[in-house]
């Protein structure tokens, strides 16, 4: 017996590698998210770190209380079992009429795990639609080995590195995820994904958490994790520091050394680790 999701929608995120939308908290609490971290992004280069795009969920509490909204946990445990570990976080937020975008890639790239059955969470804190940007997804491409990449650096992507597949694919069949402010999406972590510039008048804000079980090994230094429900039997995770408070000195340290370990030049992708193996 599933908690939230049904056995139709377990079947889709084996099919397609996706699954939405997951309504995960009410409109209220979505503004009242969303105001959260608006307060937060005026902040940003005094008390609070310039770039929240790699586990922000260490330096705020509701950030973390966010990730660890029962509702979503019952969606995960769907998929993966009762045991939770959250490896990352991070925060995509577009102005109006943004030109940035996020090309065609894998959230796989730069991340070892094995097996790769590690999924994200991705929750609207506004509306996310076409016109403003919202993620598209390829159905399916989940199940293949993972692309070639390049880094482009190109200052308008929103990924840290510009990343972007090289392979020559189909995107024909690429979906637009339109979600409502308190729903949420759902994705496999090898399915392939985008997101167009924000076209509108509107902001598009969303979260994006990631779980996998804690019998999933991490191949890299990079994989840390906190456990969110359950328990780890395993052993394989390092553990991050819990986030007691909002910006303990403690952990913006931790935070600002794994930010330069993950944009380091020398940090290879996984198909780069596999060629050298």
């Known amino acids: 017996m599933t908690k939230i999701l049904t056995p139709e929608q377990i079947d889709r995120t084996e099919r397609d590698g996706c699954v ?5 908290m009410d409109t209220d609490t979505a503004a009242s998210y969303r105001a959260t971290y608006e307060d937060v992004e005026a902040r940003k280069g005094k008390d609070v770190p310039e770039i929240l795009s790699v586990k922000p969920h260490l330096l705020f509490r509701w ?5 660890t909204t029962p509702t ?16 990352t976080c991070a925060i995509w937020a577009k102005q109006a009429h943004d030109p940035r975008f996020v090309t065609w890639h894998q959230d796989s790239t ?61 995107d024909s069949t ?23 510039p924000n076209l509108s008048d509107r902001r598009r804000t969303g979260i994006l958490f990631v779980y996998c079980a804690p019998s ?31 910006l303990d000195p403690a ?12 944009v380091d030049p020398e940090t290879k992708s996984e198909a780069e680790r596999d060629a050298a193996t």
Request: glycine share 6%.
């Open 110 to 170: 730069y991340f070892g795990y094995e097996p790769m059955d590690v999924w994200g969470a991705w929750i609207a804190l506004t509306d996310s639609h076409a016109d403003n940007g919202c993620l598209r997804y390829l159905p399916g491409s989940h199940a293949n080995p993972e692309m070639a990449h390049e880094e482009t650096w190109d200052e308008m992507n929103m990924l840290s590195r510009g990343q972007r597949i090289t392979d020559r694919f189909d």
């Open 251 to 262: 952990n913006v340290a931790y935070y600002n050394n794994f930010w330069a370990s993950y």
């Open 72 to 87: 979503l946990l019952d969606a995960m445990e769907d998929l993966i079992g009762p045991d939770i570990m959250m490896p």
């Open 63 to 67: 950030l973390y209380n966010l990730g």
């Open 174 to 196: 690429a979906i637009d995820v339109a979600l409502e402010p308190g729903e949420c999406t759902i994705h496999h972590f090898r399915l392939v994904h985008s997101s167009e």
């Open 20 to 24: 939405f939308p997951i309504r995960i």
């Open 216 to 246: 999933v090994r991490p191949t890299i230094d990079l994989n840390t994790a906190l456990l969110v429900r359950g328990e780890d039997r395993h052993g394989h995770w390092k553990s991050d520091p819990f986030p007691e408070r909002d």
